[in-house]
């Protein structure tokens, strides 16, 4: 009774502490500055991209025939996570000055030719949306839910839009800059808090252009049309405006990642929580109450004088450490699976304490790759000891293949997709030299890592086994219908995926609708879930194989464990037809092929953590029980 009210007492403690962390307010690492400007100076505006969600296919600021900056144009190094994310950062014309108002004016005339003009009109129709940056704050589109009537800010602003078949571009920004003031000793400061644009559409001929390049315009002009074919003058303006904010520097982001369906994903969340526990404890129930009975009955028969037939799990305890066919594979896909479990388990907790956030533009993806290629050392040393268990012989084999097997399926996709995007003159697309500088982190760092965790790993002594191995190995008999293994996966998978369905809709939808994801409170939380969910399954269903006298559970518990990844997939599909305005070709090879890569990783992430709880399990039942 002391145990379980202290089980539920850190239950509830963790759900309290991930509640507020996923509650908190967006927030910055600790001993990073902000930058203070003073009145006059100078705010440079910067682009990063322009993104579709109909086309996947993110392109540079200067692929659209936009004005020019007066002096050369100057690109932003970047760090390797943005290389992947297609940002191309880069300075724009846009003048800004602190506290100081602009008028309408002319940023330069453009005469479109007709190529240009048809590039607009096809960027219209596939909606794009331009991505801007002020003091590393990205522009926000704000507009008011016709619900709720609440104001909501997107992130980016729209190229131009579609209107009874006419392709309307905007000419106009009107930009709105808040900035929060303080006052200090050396003289009054401010921070930008918010970057707001509001894109209008004006023609030339409705721009009254004036001396000093000003410009004004009705109230409401006539619209900038694109006919395709034709050569068109286009006019760019903006005008700026100063808004004083009471919102902390650190508090800036909170427009960008608050969202309008919080209490739907509170709620979907604790249901699919409570429902993963509730079934989980009747699972540990079940096979606690059935163990102690048949572990305590086994050693009562030891004991009796009669000699009486072994049944049951127990009998195949001669059996149970052979080791299976194929141990080579499986320790790769252990070695793997183990990389990216402490990959996945730092990410979250580090972005979870906010050292992540959206701030830190290509942090999460920088630091994922680094992390799993140093993680190379642990998978080396865990699948070595494992691979000795299994009285492998070949470790150099074993080594090579667990270090190349998931970035190989990894790098061999990406490759080959990649080769779509260059073809598409796509920002996506990962330029060859930063290809070749991960192939020389990965046989540098990762490849090297994980033969030395093998190295080590391989002269430790093997696992010991509670049971002897008999010589001949024990006839299988004819198993029940119900513990085939194709029907045993598919009823395996569908708690682990319970557990994480709803967190994955989010997270699909910051990947492929451009949002921002950032409930990594709600992500830990369902990650632990996941772990419990995905070891109770793999040991309840090989407990039942192992009373049906099959002892073959090695490859078993990692299939049944890893068969949520099959319900991801199916999920992946269900969200691509119902979620996603994706036609062309190229953006649903993309989204197909980049799926197959996580559900992959997930599949060797979900396949080890219950083959390892199995393990343990096995080792625990078996030598509780009195042997021969």
Known sequence: MTRRYCVWAAWLAACVVVSQLSRSRGFYIPGVAPTEYHQHERL???????????????????????????????????????????DRIVNTPYVLHVLQEVSCTVLCEKELSEKETNLFIQRIRDGYTLHMLADNLPAATVYRNLKTGELQYEDGFKIGFQRFKRHILNTHLHLTIKYHHLANPDGSVYRIVGFEVDPRSVAEESLLQEEGGKCSSPAEPKLMELVKGQKTKVVFSYTVHWIESEIAWASRWDIYLRMSDVQIHWFAICNSVAIVLFLSGILALIIIRTLRRDIARYNRDEEMDDALEETGWKLVHGDVFRPPANPTLLVACLGS?????????IIIVFATFGMLSPASRGALMTAAILLFMFMGAIAGYHAARMYRTLKGSDWKLAAALTAALYP????GVCFLLNFFIWGQHSSGAVPFTTMVALLFMWSGISFPLVFSGFYFGFRKQPYEHPVRTNQIPRQIPEQVWYLHPSLASLISGILPFGAVFVELFFILTAIWENQFYYLFGFLLLVFLILIIACSEVAIVMTYFQLCGEDYHWWWRSFLLSGSASFYVLAYSIIYYYTKLEIEDFIPTLLYFGYTLVMVFGFWLLTGSIGFYATYIFICRIYGAVKQD
Do not use: W
């Open 44 to 86: 440079e505006i910067k682009a990063v991209k322009m993104t579709s969600v109909k086309t996947q296919l993110p392109y540079e600021y200067y692929t659209l025939p936009f004005c020019n900056p007066p002096d050369d144009i100057h690109y932003k190094s970047l760090n390797l996570g943005e290389v992947l994310r297609g």
């Open 337 to 345: 699976g183990i990389q990216i479990f402490c990959m996945v388990v």
């Open 408 to 411: 190989g399926v990894v790098f």
